[in-house]
């Protein structure tokens, strides 16, 4: 079984302050997705990062994919209320067969 | 993106019952999906993985009678969860994935077992 650590496992900070939230494994990713996660609802997709360096960029939320394929990064900029909830890393290790592989996921509250 | 439609969202059933959940692609042929089970504050685990046709591939310390899968279409995937008892009760999230690649999420089930 893969292991993906992912931290912090809880945030709150203040409207208008930056974050980043870490998922590591010791293991290279074949792909790795961040999501978002309502209380009570599935999680949306927000990103999928596939090749090694790759940042992508969500209106205030960047991505990062390590150059090693073994780690990611969410960082949110200038943080709102509406940013509030449960973000997780998930990642394939295989050609696409396996189900995701979650991390414990980072609880965040903004406040406002 | 997708969508993935899971039903019902709640249930409440008495111990000792079986529940069926249902998880339907709408707009596109799944032909893996997924099972995954949600404590409170806690992330997804996944229980099985399903191909359509095929017989479910469990994860360990999951019970394949205690938790039927059927894959019986390109577009349905169902969970039912037989003689539940109360430390059954969680929330159940299904993914769907296509020939994109990418795996969307149903809205999940919150199952309580009374």
């Known amino acids: 079984t893969q292991l993906l650590e992912q931290s912090p496992q809880f945030l709150s900070i203040q409207e208008g302050e930056n974050l980043t939230v870490y998922c590591n494994s010791s293991?290279?990713?074949?792909?790795l997705q961040w999501y978002r996660q309502e209380p009570g609802e599935g999680p949306v997709l927000l990103v999928t990062?596939?090749?090694g360096g790759e940042v992508k960029k969500l209106k205030r939320l960047t991505f990062q994919f390590g150059d090693a394929r073994k780690d990611s990064s969410l960082h949110i900029t200038a943080a709102q209320p509406g940013d509030t909830g449960l973000y997780l890393c998930?990642?394939?290790w295989g050609g696409g067969a396996d189900g995701l592989t979650f991390g414990k996921g980072t609880h965040l509250i903004i406040q406002p | 993106g997708a969508v993935v439609s899971q039903h019902p969202s709640r249930v409440i059933c008495k111990s000792g019952t079986s529940v069926k959940i249902e998880c339907r692609s709408l707009?596109?042929?799944?032909?893996?999906m997924f099972w995954y089970r949600q404590f409170p504050k806690k992330s997804l685990m996944l229980m099985a993985t399903s191909n359509e046709g095929s017989k479910a591939t469990y994860e360990q310390g999951v019970e394949k009678d205690k938790f039927l899968i059927n894959h019986a279409s390109l577009t349905l995937s169902t969970l039912t969860v037989t003689s539940a008892h109360p430390e059954d009760s969680s929330f159940y999230i299904c993914?769907?994935?296509?020939?994109?690649?990418?795996?969307?999420f149903g809205q999940g089930t919150r199952l309580t077992v009374v």
């Open positions: 293991s290279v990713f074949s792909s």
């Open positions: 998930a990642g394939e």
């Open positions: 990062v596939v090749t």
């Open positions: 993914s769907a994935r296509g020939g994109g690649g990418e795996a969307f």
């Open positions: 707009d596109f042929q799944a032909t893996t």
